[in-house]
């Protein structure tokens, strides 16, 4: 993809939102690419460390929205232009 970038981010889940694919809805409603480099998981909540990568514009809206869903995000690091 060209003008990608990726950023990383650690994603928490409230109990309320470990058992939904909010990943999965991420990818298919916007133009971004998940890579989980690490996870914690349980039934109360949970947590992912992952790379997103795709343009600025979808970024920010994918992160707006996982935040509208009531995901905790934290930027973790630089933003890696490719």
Same mark, same amino acid.
């Given at each position: 993809?060209?003008?990608?970038?990726?950023?990383?981010?650690?994603?928490?889940?409230?109990?309320?939102?470990?058992?939904?694919?909010?990943? &999965?809805?991420?990818?298919? #409603?916007?133009?971004?690419?998940?890579?989980?480099?690490?996870? +914690? $998981?349980?039934?109360?909540?949970?947590?992912?460390?992952?790379?997103?990568?795709?343009?600025?514009?979808?970024?920010?809206? &994918?992160?707006?929205?996982? #935040?509208?869903?009531?995901?905790?995000?934290?930027?973790?690091? +630089? $933003?890696?232009?490719?």
């Amino acid at each position: 993809m060209s003008g990608t970038i990726e950023v990383r981010v650690r994603l928490t889940f409230p109990e309320a939102l470990v058992r939904q694919p909010v990943l &999965a809805r991420l990818v298919r #409603r916007f133009e971004v690419e998940p890579n989980i480099r690490r996870a +914690d $998981v349980g039934d109360a909540e949970g947590w992912i460390l992952c790379e997103l990568t795709g343009t600025a514009q979808d970024l920010e809206a &994918a992160l707006e929205w996982l #935040r509208d869903q009531g995901v905790g995000v934290d930027l973790l690091g +630089d $933003v890696l232009e490719s």
